[in-house]
């Protein structure tokens, strides 16, 4: 079978880094980058360290407005989708390369698989919950990763064709931790001591675009007297310089990094405070209380079973849960077994 894959944005090459080689053993696939994310530290060093394929395509969209960016992905991937024909489009996650990709797919009636199906945050402020909704609802193939996401679909009406499959990131996470403990020093480079420093990144639009959340959230760090790593996107690095805001001492803001330096810094964090949603997962796969700096979460069976925490953007919230957020309850098995791309794979195979 002809498999093309769009990936654009950092948590898809991740996600994609788990997937691609294993669909390759037995399909072909033709990999498009949207060129959504560009940046050297952004794009190219997961390719290298991750061993994903190198793009057939690179659309080189970058940055602009929604519908600049998913207008312009659309064209440019019709163009391609006539060329190559594909049997199948598979997109991941909910970025607007994921709504492009699917979109385009589905008006020109090649059907669509979706990894990373059924997530809802019920706030449709979200631009990523836009896109995931209407995702779900082009899609012939939805590769769940959690019970409560197919549950959502099901309320939606949408049953024939999904698959409880697990997540990919824990995939991913079991594959590379042996090579980032072999790999990464970034503990031993930046100075850190194991447990000893909380781990932390911002960069959800709903946080970044507003002044007063996103100053709540540096104000909470700053007062926290606590070691902190804070690997900046460079949305938030923008509206950090607009605005104005300065970081105190204790504080130690890097660049983004690799794969394998993040997955190290997670794995000896005394805690993660974050409003990813890969990273909320991450923290849990590491066994590290989460802090989640968001009015909401898709992945609610990690607060369900105790490890991860929803603070929103209040000050104090945030430093409460800080200085006292601690598991009490054994973690359960929510993300599968980490085979959910050799689940795929059987999947489209049948
Ligand atoms: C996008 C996704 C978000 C995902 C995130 C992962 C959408 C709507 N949002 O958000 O769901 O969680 O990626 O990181 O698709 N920029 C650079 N260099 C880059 C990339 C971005 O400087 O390589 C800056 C630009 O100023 C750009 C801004 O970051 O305008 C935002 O980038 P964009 O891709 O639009 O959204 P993200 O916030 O990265
Ligand atoms: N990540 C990384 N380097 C960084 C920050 C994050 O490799 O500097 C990884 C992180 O480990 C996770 C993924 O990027 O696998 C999460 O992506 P992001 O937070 O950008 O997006 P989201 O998951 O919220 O869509």
């Known amino acids: 079978m002809k498999i093309l894959t769009v990936i654009g944005a950092r948590p898809q090459f991740i996600k994609a880094a788990a997937v691609s080689n294993i669909i390759r053993q037995q399909h072909e696939e033709i990999l498009v980058h949207t060129g959504q994310h560009y940046d050297e530290n952004m794009s190219k060093v997961f390719f290298d360290e991750l061993e994903i394929p190198k793009p057939d395509y690179n659309l080189s969209v970058g940055s602009g407005g929604h519908g600049f960016q998913t207008g312009t992905m659309l064209m440019k991937l019709e163009e391609i989708y006539l060329k190559e024909k594909p049997d199948l489009v598979l997109v991941y996650g909910d970025t607007n390369s994921t709504l492009a990709g699917a979109l385009c797919a589905s008006k ?99 946080n970044t675009n507003d002044i007063n959340r996103l100053k709540n959230i540096i104000e909470a760090l700053n007062e926290s007297n606590e070691k902190i790593i804070l690997p900046l996107h460079p949305r938030t690095k923008k509206y950090i310089e607009d605005y104005g805001l300065k970081f105190y001492e204790n504080i130690k803001v890097i660049e983004p990094i690799g794969y394998l330096d993040m997955i190290s810094l997670e794995m000896h964090a005394k805690k993660i405070v974050t409003d990813s949603g890969g990273v909320q997962k991450e923290a849990f796969f590491m066994e590290k209380p989460c802090i ?59």
Do not use: C
Not at 125 to 147: A, C, G, W
Not at 162 to 186: C, H, P, Q, T
Not at 187 to 205: C, D, P, Q
């Open 108 to 206: 020109m009636l090649i059907p669509v698989a979706h990894v990373e199906a059924g997530l809802r945050s019920f706030n449709m402020n979200m631009p990523e919950e836009q896109n995931r909704i209407l995702t779900d609802h082009l899609s012939k193939y939805l590769f769940v990763p959690t019970s409560s996401a197919e549950i959502n679909l099901k309320n939606e009406g949408v049953i024939k064709g999904v698959y409880n499959v697990g997540d990919v990131m824990y995939d991913g996470v079991l594959r590379f931790k042996k090579l980032a403990e072999k790999k990464s020093n970034i503990v031993e480079k930046l100075g850190l001591s194991k447990n000893g420093y909380i781990l932390t990144t911002i960069h959800r639009a709903e």
């Open 292 to 350: 989640t700096m968001r009015d909401e979460t898709e992945w609610v069976e990690t607060v369900e079973n105790g490890w991860n925490v929803i603070v929103g953007t209040n000050k104090d919230k945030i430093l409460n849960a800080i200085i006292s957020f601690v598991p009490e309850q054994k973690q359960k098995n929510i993300f599968g077994d980490g085979s959910a791309a050799n689940k795929i794979l059987d999947i489209i195979n049948s």
